[in-house]
């Protein structure tokens, strides 16, 4: 068993979990992936803000193609229900 804190007496999970330093070993000379520059990640935010926006306006079309569908609906259910009680 391994103490760690206010663990005490705590079985830890085999695998990368068993020692409480192994998962903070990582180092930029571990990375798989070098760091982007500062043009790849204005760009990368471009792009990120350009989706969102699409995202957005799509989203927005098919709240406005709902509502227009409910309001001919609940006009034809009112105009079935007047219909009814005459």
């Known amino acids: 068993m391994i103490a760690l804190g206010g663990l005490?007496?705590?079985?830890?999970?085999?695998g990368n979990f068993w020692r409480?330093?192994?998962?903070m070993r990582m180092t930029y000379e571990n990375r798989t992936t070098p760091p982007r520059s500062r043009e790849e990640r204005a760009a990368l935010m471009e792009k990120r803000r350009?989706?969102?926006e699409k995202a957005l306006d799509e989203r927005k079309k098919a709240d406005d193609a709902f509502r227009a569908n409910y309001e001919r609906l609940k006009?034809?259910?009112?105009?079935?229900?007047?219909?009814?009680d005459s």
Do not use: I
Request: aromatic share 0%; charged share 40%.
């Open 8 to 14: 005490r007496g705590t079985r830890l999970p085999e």
């Open 20 to 23: 409480a330093d192994a998962l």
């Open 50 to 52: 350009e989706d969102a």
């Open 75 to 84: 006009a034809e259910r009112l105009a079935r229900e007047a219909a009814g």
